[in-house]
């Protein structure tokens, strides 16, 4: 049997490429939410650092798609343009053109834009240029061509690239048709050289999650369940009166936020604050004692601006009058010229000379005399405009220091309401977060008094108190002006918009701060991911190094004895795993089918109570002065159904007939969903683990009883378990920590199956309701989903909490099964690591010749990446194994060593892990 195909070596092969294909290191997902007009585009672009790279309008809402921004690895702008298929728009154009039907059930050619029908017709007319029957719009195929394709660009220069783009994203309201906007469903922007996506940050610009469109929607939804962060952007004059952090764009979104375990995930972006009315902030928040001593100097630089002003017209007024006199100067210098011009004529025709040449001499005196003083006016008037033009210069000295003083105010005023929003915006979180203990409260004290309520049921402990404060305190905030950034960074945004007004720098503007936030993310993400490889790969090496150099065993006889011991052994510790799994299936057990099944009862018997009384709401009296307070229009109640209870109303905005009954359901199950998969089953995980490694190592020293009795030497099985144990405690880690990602992943999942269940046991009367028309085809639809609702609500919320728990059980299932094979993982590496108790010394030599000088390189290397990156070294020096014999050689195909790989660090020597890094390191590791 050659070295290549000996079972070890095959073993190592299958590990090698499985650490291949584990060695790219996690994406930060960055999902930005908020209100049409909160400015998310605006901030992206200044965030990627292109101006306009990104679709924004200040007349209209553009982007109607979910946008994912990535960086590209080449110099090209590029983007998929990603189209819905044939049949989700056909859906949806179905839907349009019923919404364009009146109550009288004729269409209606010139709707209200802001309405239901209104927005409909928009969007028809959009794609079409017109608005028609199904049939005709069938066979227009401009635009509809393009269903269920992906459209690819690809452009070197920005503007060319923005300019392709916008065709696709951006609503032209030319009304002549032949737009992509509304058959969009996703758009993949790709952008070179962009500093804020290189550590693999990826920004998703989520329009909404309630979209008008269901294939939009369920993208949006499935984004925001796997991003790795939230974004909540908002304008900051709306931050703080609008409650935003508080209401959290709705009561379901900050609920799933808190189930899916991502409320710490959070941090609120105030856009526009460059946008002020100083004189406001100052009154609002006390700033006149700041801000009065640069007020004076206004005072002041306005008063002398004032009197050089009116110095300037006073000498406007004396270089009048100077004109005035040098015009007469003028003309009677001219009038003695024709005097003496008339003597010097007489004196030709017969004039006595004497007489005419002293009247010439008198004329010309005076002339003299009117020119000094005409010379001495025209000095007189430039020594004036010279004091004039200083005035000016002076006065513009002055605008320009007001103005800087204005700015300071402006700036001084920014900030206060920077901090203020911040403060306020980290209040109305802590309140958001109390509110929904509160309700879990509510609910909780409908149930029985009887039921047992455990520690981890109790919604109003004083360490809830703790950790709602500690949450609120560390959320981050942040208020930006993207406009500002890139005015101070874009010449030619200058030009088009004029200078800053507010900022001097940018660090003002936060962007600087926010990037650097999103570095941070990043960099914890990747250093963590990449610790996760070093240690996945330094084991790997530090397994192999303790297998070839291991001496092996001699004698046939001990080799098998040390064969059956440990198969004997491992049998026992696969039995003795079997209670530690049935201790972890009781604590699920009690944290699913207690915790969590006894709120969801609760939530059962609230939602049963409640279900009527939300249901009439929706078809209550519309309350004009505020929608919230009222039922909702005929035409969005009937849009609503169409789409099976959920719609996106321009006027009465999102709009969830299911959630709305699921809400009391969840209500009562929210705070303690929290609790199990954000505390207590990781808890109950961390003791399986460490039990787990408590039989492992009672395996080691019973194991370690029974072998010394063999002639394999003390030393040699002390070090193996030392390995053991070393590659136990790693390998459980990680797959521990893997199997928490997992959990959380699926318990997303599982979390949002209430309200899809309400909704198919809704699916009836919405068909009913979708079929009404005609007069009073209103109040029947009412009177039958009040009809619906009151005789299927206990069947719909029991229908509903069975397949949550249902979920719950198969995940419970799922939990157990990863943990039963980490357990048959770990017994499997320990047959590697004692596999050389069995193994002949000339097998284990053959391999040592193969592969030692690869190995001991990878050692080393790896070792200096253990120290780079501050980790705990697992390799423990070893004597240097005995030489070869002379007759010995690698094989041919065999490389001595082919390890080269360096260690990539930074400028300032700090560790640099790439995925190039390691897919180097991996390759160069033995060719088997």
């Not at 690591?833 to 690869?854: F, G, M, N, T």
Request: charged residues 30%.
């Amino acid at each position: 049997m050659t070295v290549i195909q000996q079972p070890r070596v095959q073993a190592w092969i299958k590990d090698v490429c499985k650490l291949k294909t584990k060695i790219a290191l996690p994406k930060t997902i960055i999902a930005v939410v908020g209100d049409t007009g909160a400015g998310k585009s605006s901030l992206m672009n200044a965030l990627v650092g292109y101006a306009d790279i990104l679709p924004t309008s200040g007349m209209r809402a553009c982007t109607a798609a979910v946008v994912e921004v990535v960086a590209n690895k080449n110099n090209l702008f590029q983007a998929d343009i990603e189209f819905l298929s044939e049949r989700e728009w056909n859906d949806e154009l179905n839907l349009l053109l019923n919404d364009l039907i009146g109550s009288d059930g004729k269409v209606k050619t010139k709707p209200d834009l802001q309405t239901t029908a209104g927005i409909a017709w928009l969007k028809v007319k959009a794609v079409y240029g017109m608005v028609a029957n199904i049939k005709k719009l069938s066979s227009m195929k401009t635009v509809t061509r393009w269903l269920g394709k992906i459209k690819k660009i690809s452009e070197r220069d920005p503007k060319a690239f923005r300019a392709v783009i916008d065709r696709y994203v951006e609503s032209t309201d030319t009304g002549d048709g032949n737009q992509f906007w509304p058959i969009v469903r996703q758009v993949r922007v790709y952008l070179p050289k962009c500093h804020i996506l290189s550590s693999d940050a990826v920004l998703v610009d989520l329009p909404g999650i309630r979209d008008a469109n269901a294939a939009r929607d369920k993208i949006a939804k499935e984004y925001l369940k796997n991003s790795t962060a939230v974004w909540v952007v908002a304008s900051i004059h709306r931050a703080v009166d609008d409650k935003t952090a508080k209401d959290l764009l709705g009561e379901s979104f900050r609920r799933q936020l808190l189930m899916d375990g991502q409320y710490g995930s959070v941090a609120f972006i105030c856009t526009k604050t460059d946008d002020i009315r100083p004189t406001e902030i100052i009154r609002a928040l006390n700033l006149r004692d700041k801000c009065q001593p640069i007020e004076d100097e206004i005072t002041r630089l306005q008063v002398e601006k004032s009197n050089k002003e009116a110095k300037i017209q006073e000498i406007e007024g004396i270089l009048n009058e100077l004109v005035v006199e040098m015009d007469e100067i003028k003309d009677e210098i001219q009038t003695l010229r024709e005097g003496i011009a008339d003597i010097e004529d007489g004196v030709e025709a017969g004039m006595d000379d004497d007489e005419g040449s002293e009247a010439i001499q008198n004329l010309q005196s005076v002339m003299d005399e009117n020119k000094q003083t005409l010379r001495s006016k025209r000095q007189e008037r430039k020594d004036q405009q010279n004091y004039c033009h200083q005035l000016q210069e002076q006065i513009i000295e002055i605008i320009e220091k007001i103005h800087s003083s204005q700015r300071e105010i402006a700036l001084i005023s920014v900030q206060a309401r920077n901090e203020y929003s911040k403060k306020q915006i980290r209040r109305d979180f802590k309140a958001g977060l109390k509110e929904m203990k509160r309700k879990a409260g509510v609910a909780q004290e409908t149930s029985d008094e009887d039921e047992d309520d455990d520690s981890y049921m109790d919604c109003s402990t004083r360490a809830d108190e703790d950790q709602i404060g500690s949450t609120a305190d560390n959320l981050r905030v942040f208020t930006v002006s993207s406009t500002e950034h890139m005015k101070l960074t874009n010449k030619d945004i200058c030009r088009k918009d004029g200078d800053a007004k507010v900022f001097d720098n940018t660090e003002d503007t936060q962007i600087p701060a926010l990037r650097e936030f999103v570095h941070e993310m990043t960099s914890m993400r990747r250093l963590q991911g990449t610790e996760k490889l070093i240690k996945r790969v330094g084991q790997f090496v530090l397994d192999m190094e303790g297998y070839i150099y291991d001496e092996g065993t001699e004698h046939k006889s001990t080799r098998a004895t040390a064969m059956s011991i440990f198969r004997s052994h491992i049998m026992k510790l696969k039995e003795k795993c079997a209670p530690v799994l049935n201790t972890l299936s009781e604590s699920i057990d009690d944290l699913f089918n207690k915790a969590i099944k006894n709120k969801m009862a609760d939530g059962v018997l609230h939602a049963v109570g409640s279900a009527e009384r939300i249901g009439a709401n929706w078809g209550m009296k519309v309350n004009k002065q505020n929608r919230k307070d009222g039922g909702l229009p005929w035409a969005t109640y009937k849009a609503t159904v169409d789409r099976d209870g959920v719609f996106q109303s321009p006027t009465s905005g999102p709009i969830d007939f299911n959630e709305d009954l699921s809400e009391p359901m969840y209500n009562s199950i929210t705070i303690v969903w929290d609790k199990v998969f954000s505390g207590t089953l990781w808890r109950a995980l961390d003791a399986c683990k460490t039990s787990i490694l408590v039989v492992i190592r009672g395996f080691t020293i019973e194991i370690q009883q029974q072998l010394t009795g063999l002639d394999v030497g003390a030393d040699r099985i002390t070090r193996i378990n030392q390995q053991h144990m070393t590659s136990a405690t790693t390998k459980i880690g990680e797959l521990m920590s893997l199997l928490k990602e997992y959990i959380t992943e699926r318990q997303r999942g599982v979390s949002r199956v209430v309200t899809p269940k309400v909704q198919e046991s809704m699916l009836p009367s919405y068909d009913h309701c979708r079929g009404e028309s005609g007069n009073g085809c209103f109040a029947r639809m009412k009177g039958h989903m009040s009809k619906h609702i009151s005789t299927s609500k206990y069947l719909m919320f029991d229908q509903a909490s069975t397949e949550l728990l249902k979920q719950l059980a198969i995940l419970q299932e799922d939990i157990l099964r990863h943990v039963q094979n980490i357990c048959e993982s770990l017994c499997e590496d320990m047959m590697t690591i004692y596999e050389p108790l069995w193994e002949a010394p000339d097998h284990i030599q053959k391999l040592r010749v193969a592969y030692s000088d690869s190995i001991q390189a990878l050692m080393d290397d790896v070792k200096d990446l253990y120290e780079e990156a501050n980790i705990e070294d697992p390799i423990k020096p070893r004597p240097p194994p005995s030489p070869p014999s002379e007759t010995s050689a690698p094989p041919k195909s065999l490389p001595n060593s082919t390890c080269s790989s360096t260690m990539p660090l930074s400028s300032s020597g700090d560790l640099l892990i790439t995925d190039s890094w390691f897919t180097s390191t991996v390759s160069e590791m033995p060719t088997f």
